[in-house]
């Protein structure tokens, strides 16, 4: 099975503070995504990655930006946390972007608040 | 835009059968998944449909009609552990997720 693991399930940070997220997947899959996810709305990306070093701007990038120095290691950075960034973070990975039925896997989320 | 519509919240008894519509309107199609999300946890991927017609998968079966824009969940002999949100999501022309708000299913006993 698919092990997407995100670092923390809970997190509390205050208005101003870099936060750093971190997400780790198990299956050498080259692609990875971030995405949050609020009440009423869809899940929306902020940013993916298609290799290593390699990222792409999502729906909502603003305030956020990532890295990913290692395949299997994708890390959202928010800058300079504001409130309306208080929201359920979810990292996913794919094996193809292409690739016909090929799911995207879930870590668990994690929950950020932002003081 | 694109949009994705589904059904903000159903209820259902035990036993039951229950389905779920999903309306999109994207640039383009490459295939639509179902997910299922219990509170508190990650999305599941359930199905994937890419052709017109009816993926069966054990008690959930996904129907797609392309034409129409138009997809459905059915999800039969429903239990309590099928309470969850399901997410309807369209892959588009430039293989990116779009995805709907997600169902909230309530099972009564």
């Known amino acids: 099975d698919v092990k997407v693991t995100q670092s923390s399930r809970y997190l509390v940070k205050r208005t101003g503070e870099k936060v750093f997220l971190e997400c780790v997947q198990d299956?050498?899959?080259?692609?990875m995504f971030w995405y949050r996810q609020d009440p009423g709305l869809g899940l929306r990306l902020i940013y993916f990655s298609y290799d290593v070093k390699m990222k792409e701007k999502g729906d909502i990038p603003e305030g956020y930006s990532v890295s990913r120095e290692k395949k299997e290691r994708f890390s959202l950075i928010l800058e300079s946390a504001s409130t309306n960034q208080t929201s359920m973070y979810l990292c996913?990975?794919?094996?193809?972007?292409?690739?016909?039925?090929?799911?995207?896997?879930f870590g668990d989320g994690t929950r950020l608040s932002i003081l | 835009g694109q949009n994705i519509d589904q059904p903000t919240e159903m209820t259902a008894t035990e036993g039951a059968i229950v389905q779920i519509n999903c309306t999109y309107q994207t640039s383009g199609f490459n295939g639509l998944f179902w997910y299922q999300q219990h509170a508190g946890e990650a999305p599941t991927f359930l199905s994937y449909?890419?052709l017109d017609g009816l993926e069966e998968k054990g008690r959930f079966s996904s129907f797609l009609s392309r034409s129409k824009g138009y997809s459905y969940l059915l999800l039969k002999e429903l239990q309590m552990k099928d309470s969850a949100s399901y997410l309807c999501?369209?892959?588009?022309?430039?293989?990116?997720?779009?995805w709907g708000a997600g169902t909230k299913l309530i099972i009564k006993p």
């Open positions: 299956m050498d899959h080259e692609n």
């Open positions: 449909n890419v």
């Open positions: 999501a369209v892959r588009d022309q430039d293989y990116q997720l779009i």
């Open positions: 996913a990975s794919s094996l193809n972007l292409r690739g016909g039925n090929q799911p995207q896997h």
